[in-house]
Each structure stands twice: as structure tokens, then as C-alpha cells.
């Protein structure tokens, strides 16, 4: 007999759950409350520029093949990946750059240019992070982490790898250039993590990049989505569009039923797997007084990701003529500074460090003919700060571009075409974000693994979780992971031969 899985969101850790489960024949239906899919990877559309809402940066790429080749298709036939060169290109404050890939010797060259003494500890930053990329993704990352014990078997081998540093500390030990610094520890604000806080473990980012690389999907993020949701219909999975969950319900045996819809229709499952914000799902569809782990007392106190400031603009000229390449990051001057002012101090600060993205230098479809689309990124507190970002989005906006035009893009605003832009109401109030933090619970040591809410909920046997508050985090590899790891969860739990 089929069992239904009820699905809360499609995110791509939603829509990896969903044809993982779907080709092993379960019953899937996806519920979101917007118009579109993607959640977080949602596509703005304006004046014939297409913008792609959220993740940009692709890596792993062999965990969407995954997804097809266990339901006997081809990635290929669905979305096309092609590689990026450089991974990125990282700018000081006074505009000198440093390019990164996957080529060794380039690296070294590169590093040459900046402090030929870090090229030795480079190379062995680079075998440490190898040990560390071993064990914190191959061997754990799609492993549960559902009881005590199974953090005490990894604490040696976490003992061993000195989680307990800091990223920044740790590239610190092999590199002594501060500029080199920044750019082989800027990884954890890729995932909300400062990294003067975030456990070196995720200095396994920079080699996950090295080892298969960074890519983009032709179309945007959003083709993938498409992909996803294609194969998902094809195996009789079904997406329920502008369709609000309002409860999980819960019975007196502490199992989930089923979800209350906001029209009033109640959608019975023999499982739910949320994919929204693990503090919303519990502090908004379970009533409290049936949760004894999550309280509300207790998800307050946990410390949260920074959230952000993305402006989305095209243009009606081209900028392939500047020094700019597909994926570019701008560094203020100030770093642990700037990063205390939004991580610590919940200060809007008055400089910023930008991510932008061109994809247009590898996609012109996104714009007009003639046109560049981008994307541009400044990371800024959550919304436990007192800025009024009602009044503050617009000038905070122009503040970025007017940088960008004097230091990099040259008479943008004549040119400007389209414009908006989403801030940390946006990820509050329309992505259900808990205090508006744009990468759910912060990668801290202490948040991580089993100290971090579980992929199975610890008080509802049949509810679990996937997505960036999850084990085993956020980025594109851990969302992905959690899916895997719902999958095999759900699998155990109430397997299609037998009863729950």
C-alpha cells in the first residue's frame, strides 16, 4: 500500500525529498505558498530581465545527477551545467584581484602576485581541508545525527580536525597575507556563518569547490528548479501552487497527521517533511504546548544567520569590457570589523562587502538583447537590529550602486533598466524566516550536527525536516544532503511493505 508524504514548501531540499521518495513509490504532494517554486530560489521577472532570487553558486553538481539517475533519467535532458572560470574573482578596497580555481598551479601563480611565502602553506591548508572535506561531507553529511551518541563516535575525528577554531583562525595557521586570508575564509558568509565564529570544519568549502568545481545552470537557478519540478510531475508527484499550510496537526498518540490548509482542507499524510524555516514550522504550526524540545523560549535563544540585502538590476549596455567576471566579491577594507558590526552588534554599517553576480558574462538570455542582468548582495543584520528597513531599502540600494558606478560599472544609472530588491522583511515576512535571518540557525560548533534541530523531529516520530536549518546545514551540498537524509529516514521509518 502507497504511503502519502505531505511536503511543506518546495525549496531544493523539498523538491530533492520529493523525487527521491517518488522513485522509490511513494505518494508526494508539495505545498507553496507562492505562485512560483524554488522557494528561496524564486525568479523575479522584469522588463525582460530574468533575476534569479536566490542561490547562485553551484557546486556538487554530481548531487543533482543523483536525483535523475535513481529515477532511471539524465540530468542532462532536464538542465544544462557549465563550469565557471574563475570560481570567482575577489577584490580589495582598492580594486587589485585575486582569481580562484580548481588549477593548482594557476593558484599558486595567483598567490604569487600577493605573497609568494603563502604558496607552502597553501599547499598545506590545502591537505589539512582535504581531511576535513573527508569527514565533514563524504562521511557525514548525509548521516542523521539523531542521538547523543552519535556525536560522541565523530568527537575525536571533530577533536582531531580542531573544529573548535575558527575558520578565519584556522587559514590563519597556513597563511599569513591578511588579503589571501579573507579570500580562502570568506566561505561560511556563503552558508550565514561568520567566520570568526563558524567551526573550521567548514573550511571544507573551499576544497568541496576545488574538487568538482563551480557551475552555473544555463537559464539561471531557476532552470534547475524546473528540472526538478518536470521530473517530479513525471512521477505523478503534484505541486500545489499559492496554497498556504496554516497547522501540522498533531494527535494524542504525538504523531502527525496530517496539515491544516488555510482554506480550511485538511490533507491527511502518514508523513510530513517541512522544508520551511524549522523555527516557523514550530513556533507557527505546532502549538506550543505539545512541544517539550523546541520551545519557543528555547528557539529564541538560538543564534541565528545574518540575513540580506539583494538588489536585482539590468542594464541596457554591456559590461563584459570591465574588470568584472561571472561571480565577483567585493571586500571592504574592514573585515572582522564589519562582520562584528552585522553578526555582533546588529549595526547597519556604513561600508559593505558585496557579492556580485553577472551571470550575463556566461547567460545573455537573462537579459535584453544588449543587455546585462545582475545581482548584487550585501550581507546585513538580521532583524534583532533596530534598522527600519521600510525606510532604509531604498537608500541603502542607492548607496550600492552608487558605489558600483564609481569603482566598477561605469554610468550605471544612465543605464539602469530594471530595479528591486528583497531585504530581511522580505525574508521574515514572505520566505517565514525567524527573525528575518536569510540562512536559518547559524553553523556554529554548537549549532551543528546533533546540536542542531534534527532531521527527524525530536518530539514528532513521523515529522521531518529538510533545508538549511537542518542537519547538515545551509548551501546548496547540505540542502541536498538533508534530502538524502530524509529519504533514508522515511524509508526506515515506514517502509511501502509494512505498517509505520
Known sequence: MSKHIAIIGTGFGALGAAARLLAEGYNVTLFEKRDKPGGRAYVFEENGFRFDAGPTVITAPFMFD?????AGKKREDYFELVPCQPFYRIFNHEGRHFDYNSDESFIFSEIDRWNPEDKEGYRKFMQTTRAIFQKGFVELADQPFLSFMDMLRVAPDLIRLKSHENVYKYVSRYVKDEFLRRCFSFHPLLVGGNPFDTTSIYAM????????????????????????????EELGGKIHLETEVKRIRINDRRQVEGLELSDGEFVPADAVISNGDVAFTYRNMIDESLRKTYTNRKIDKMKYSMSLFVMYFGTDRRYTDTKLKHHNIILSERYKGLLNDIFNKKELADDFSLYLHMPTYTDPSLAPEGGESFYVLSPVPHLDGDTDWNEMAEPYGDRILEFLEENYLPDLR??????????????????????????????LLTQSAWFRPHNRSEDFPNLYFVGAGTHPGAGLPGVLSSSVIAENLIRNDIPLNGSA
Open 205 to 232: 568549502i573551499h576544497y568541496l569547490e576545488r574538487e568538482w568545481g563551480v557551475h552555473y545552470a544555463m537559464g539561471g537557478t531557476g532552470s534547475i528548479v524546473n528540472g526538478l519540478t518536470k521530473l517530479i
Open 66 to 70: 543523483d536525483i535523475f539517475n535513481k
Open 414 to 443: 544612465k543605464h539602469l533598466k530594471a530595479r528591486l530588491h528583497i531585504d530581511p522583511l522580505h525574508f521574515r515576512d514572505t520566505l517565514n524566516s525567524h527573525k528575518g535571518s536569510a540562512f536559518s540557525v547559524q553553523p
